[in-house]
């Protein structure tokens, strides 16, 4: 399937989420539909592991990511949990496995919580 095709079944004409969001590992829901704004940004996200090692504040790998789900409000999560802060950034994670970063949030924007689609599926 070509990306594109792939944004078309999951971003609506709104630009909102078509699916829920789970997590990639236990399955548990993130997101309900339509709860999300599709956005552009450059992020780096660490590499996917449990809660713990993210927030050793040591350089971890990772990846940078551009395609992600907005969320300006935290109670709109179904299911997510945060890491303890990496500098004025928080990495959200699964609550139910702590797997993760799933996302990004930035303690200086309280409106703004980036859930990265390749760290998620979708259903």
């Not at 704004?37 to 990846?63: E, N, V, W």
């Not at 702590?98 to 919580?113: A, M, R, T, V």
Request: glycine share 8%; charged share 25%; net charge negative.
């Amino acid at each position: 399937m070509e990306p594109s095709e792939q944004l078309n079944e999951l971003v609506s004409s709104e630009g909102r989420n078509r699916k829920a969001v789970l997590c990639q590992r236990c399955g548990s829901r993130v997101l309900q539909p339509g709860t999300a704004l599709f956005s552009r940004r450059q992020l780096f996200l660490p590499s996917m592991r449990k809660k713990p090692a993210l927030a050793d504040g040591s350089s971890p790998d990772g990846d940078l990511l551009q395609e992600h789900w907005l969320v300006d409000d935290m109670f709109i999560f179904e299911n997510v949990g945060f890491t303890k802060d990496v500098g004025n950034i928080k990495f959200l994670v699964c609550a139910d496995c702590e797997i993760g970063p799933i996302g990004w949030h930035c303690l200086d924007d309280k409106n703004s919580f980036y859930v990265a689609l390749e760290r998620v599926s979708h259903e």
